[in-house]
């Protein structure tokens, strides 16, 4: 019915921040971790802390910007093809973290 379809979207786009936000969150745990341990390039920049929020931001703004950039080349029609929902950018974000790893010292 049309009275229950704007709270099943309302309830679809909350879910699908929810599931963006908990991939970047753990992604930027992921990637924090590794560069604290030297397991990843550029660990010195990833690895520092917030003084005064005790968050490590480069590690969660590298995440952020890794999962915006394949956003961008998801819409150059190039594979793999569109993206689907918005809790796939940050899903992207763990991809980028894989790669580091695997191009790690």
Request: no cysteine; glycine share 10%.
């Amino acid at each position: 019915t049309a009275t229950t379809t704007p709270p099943i979207r309302k309830a679809r786009i909350v879910v699908m921040i929810e599931t963006g936000t908990s991939a970047t969150t753990s992604a930027s745990r992921a990637l924090y971790s590794l560069a604290r341990d030297e397991g990843v390039p550029l660990s010195p920049l990833f690895k520092r802390v917030n003084a005064k929020h005790g968050t490590p931001g480069p590690a969660i703004w590298g995440i952020v910007v890794a999962s915006l950039g394949s956003f961008g080349y998801k819409h150059t029609g190039l594979p793999p093809g569109p993206l689907q929902d918005s809790a796939d950018i940050s899903l992207d974000g763990g991809q980028f973290l894989q790669l580091l790893v695997l191009h790690a010292k």
